[in-house]
C-alpha cells in the first residue's frame, strides 16, 4: 500500500486536480490520499491558508469579513466550476465556514486553528468528489474519523502515540480514501493543527499508521537539489538521501520537505519518495533509512537565516559545575528553545531563533543571566544566518572541513561560529546573514563543480 500526498500548487486548479487523479489512479496500490489547501496558481498568487488566516483576522479584529470570506469562496468556486462539481458543494463550503466562524469568533486561537484547517479540509471533500465524479470508488475521511488524535496546542499539534492504533484500520476500508492534511483532533475534540507545512507530517503519520510500503510525496520540483536553484544555476539531483540528511537540510532552509515530517515513517523505516506532480515519470528523491555512500559525502548545503547567539564570557566557565545547565534553565523558564551551543573554556555561546528575544524578553534573559550567572561578558549578536554542509559520513573523510574552510576564506566570508555534532552528518558555519548566499554558493562549488584541468 501507498500512502501519496499532494501539495498545495499540486491542487491549485481544476487542471492541477486532474493530474493528481491521473497518478493516484496509474497505481491501485495508491489507497490513501492526503491532500493539502489549494495553493499558488502563479507567483503572485495567494495560497488559501493564507486567505484563511486573513478572514480569520478579519473575524477577529472586525476587519471586512465579507471580503475575506469571499475570497476564499472564490478559490473553491474556480476548481469546483472547472471540474463541474456541482454548486451544492460552494453552499455547503460556505456552510461550514459560516458554523465555524460563529462557534469561535470569540476564542481567538480556536478561530486560526479551525479556520487554517478548513483549506485541507474542503479541498479533501472536493478531491473525493472528483475521484468519485470519474467513477472510482473514493471518500473523504476526516482526521477524526481517520484516529489522528493530537495535543491540544493551537497551531503546533503533536500526533499522540494511541493515534497510531486507530490509523492502522485504515487498512480494512475499501476504496481511496482522502485524508486532508495539516490537522488533527485533540481529545476534547477541538480541531488543532500542525505548524505550517504541516501536510507533510499528515502524510507521514498516515504512512507510519498503515505500515505503507512507500510514502509518495508529490510536490512541484522534479527532485531535491543539492543546493537551493535559486542560487545556483542546473544543481546537482540527489537521488537518493537518508532520513538524516533530510533531517538536516530541511531544517536549515530546504522547504521541499517539512522537517517535522521524518519522525513518523523513522521508527518504521518507511521510505520516502519526493516527486513532481507536473512530470510524475522523473524519479524523483527517495529518502531512505540508509544508502551506500558514493563519492563525495556531502549531499547538500543548505543555509537558514534569523538567528541570533548569546554570547557569554566568565573566567573558569570549564570549571564551575551546573553552569551549562543553570543558563539553559533561564532560557526554559521563559519557554525559549535553542537551536546549538557552541563553547570554549571560558565562554559560551547559545544560538536562537531571534523572534524568541522579542516583547522585552531579551532583558530579562540578559538580566537573570548576569545577575545569577554573574558573568563577566553577555551580550546578543544578531542577523546571523545558519550555514549547513550536509552528508552521512562527512566528518570520517579527511579534508572536508579544510575545502569548507577554504573556500569560505576565498569568498571573503567571516566565519563566527563552527559547530559539529557527533552525528557527524552535518557541520555547521554561523556567517553573518548577509554572507549567507556567498557562503552557500562557495561551498557548493567547492564540492560539486567538478575542477578543470
Ligand atoms: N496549507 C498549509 C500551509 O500552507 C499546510 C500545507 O500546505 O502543508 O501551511
Redesign the pocket.
Given at each position: 500500500m501507498k500512502v501519496v500526498k499532494f501539495?498545495?500548487s499540486s491542487l491549485a486548479n481544476g487542471t492541477q486536480f486532474k493530474k493528481v487523479a491521473n497518478i493516484v489512479f496509474a497505481d491501485k496500490e495508491r489507497r490513501i490520499v492526503v491532500v493539502?489547501?489549494p495553493?499558488k496558481r502563479s507567483d503572485e498568487d495567494i495560497?488559501t491558508?493564507d486567505l484563511l488566516i486573513s478572514l480569520a483576522e478579519a473575524v477577529y479584529s472586525g476587519g471586512n469579513e465579507r471580503e475575506a470570506l469571499h475570497q476564499v469562496l472564490m478559490r473553491f468556486a474556480d476548481i469546483i466550476e472547472e471540474l463541474e462539481l456541482g454548486e451544492a458543494l460552494l453552499t455547503e463550503i460556505e456552510e461550514h465556514l459560516l458554523s465555524l466562524i460563529s462557534t469561535y469568533r470569540e476564542d481567538e486561537e480556536r478561530l486560526y486553528d479551525a479556520l487554517k484547517a478548513s483549506?485541507?479540509n474542503q479541498n479533501a471533500k472536493l478531491v473525493a468528489a472528483f475521484f468519485t465524479k470519474l467513477g472510482e470508488e473514493a471518500h473523504y475521511v476526516s482526521p477524526q474519523e481517520a484516529g489522528i488524535i493530537v495535543t491540544d496546542q493551537p497551531g503546533n499539534a503533536r500526533i499522540l502515540p494511541e493515534a497510531y492504533n486507530e490509523i492502522a484500520k485504515l487498512r480494512d476500508r475499501t476504496g481511496i480514501l482522502v485524508i486532508p492534511?495539516?490537522f488533527g483532533y485533540s481529545k476534547v475534540g477541538n480541531i488543532v493543527t500542525f505548524p505550517?507545512?504541516?501536510?507533510?507530517i499528515t502524510g507521514s503519520i498516515v504512512a507510519a499508521g498503515v505500515d505503507a510500503d512507500i510514502y509518495e510525496n508529490f510536490t512541484d520540483v522534479n527532485s531535491i537539489y543539492s543546493v537551493n536553484p535559486n542560487l545556483v544555476k542546473d544543481p546537482n539531483k540527489m537521488k537518493e538521501i537518508t532520513y538524516r540528511e533530510m533531517r538536516e537540510l530541511a531544517y536549515s532552509g530546504f522547504s521541499v520537505f517539512h522537517d517535522e515530517a521524518l519522525q513518523p515513517v523513522v521508527t518504521k523505516k518507511i521510505p520516502v519518495r519526493i516527486k513532481n506532480t507536473n512530470k510524475p515519470e522523473s524519479p524523483g528523491t527517495k529518502i531512505v533509512a540508509d544508502r551506500v555512500p558514493e563519492g563525495m559525502p556531502v549531499v547538500g548545503i543548505a543555509s537558514d537565516k534569523g538567528f541570533c547567539s548569546i554570547n557569554i564570557t566568565k573566567y573558569l566557565m570549564n570549571r564551575e559545575v551546573g553552569f551549562g545547565r543553570r543558563l539553559l534553565e533561564i532560557l526554559e523558564e521563559e519557554g525559549i528553545s535553542f537551536e546549538h551551543t557552541p563553547s570554549g573554556i571560558d565562554n559560551m555561546s547559545v544560538i536562537l531563533r531571534s523572534h524568541h528575544l522579542h516583547n522585552g524578553i531579551e532583558e530579562r534573559v540578559l538580566n537573570k543571566i548576569r545577575t545569577e550567572l554573574l558573568v563577566e561578558d553577555v551580550h546578543v549578536e544578531r542577523d546571523l544566518a545558519m550555514v549547513m554542509v550536509v552528508g552521512e559520513g562527512m566528518a570520517r573523510t579527511v579534508g572536508v572541513a579544510s575545502r569548507a574552510t577554504t573556500a569560505l576564506s576565498e569568498a571573503g566570508v567571516n566565519i563566527k561560529m563552527i559547530n559539529q555534532g557527533s552525528s557527524e552528518v552535518s557541520m555547521m558555519f554561523g556567517v553573518d546573514a548577509g554572507h549567507a548566499d556567498l557562503a552557500v554558493q562557495s561551498l557548493y562549488h567547492a564540492y560539486f563543480t567538478p575542477v578543470k584541468h
Open positions: 501539495g498545495g493539502s489547501a495553493g495560497k491558508t483549506g485541507e492534511g495539516f505550517r507545512g504541516g501536510s507533510d
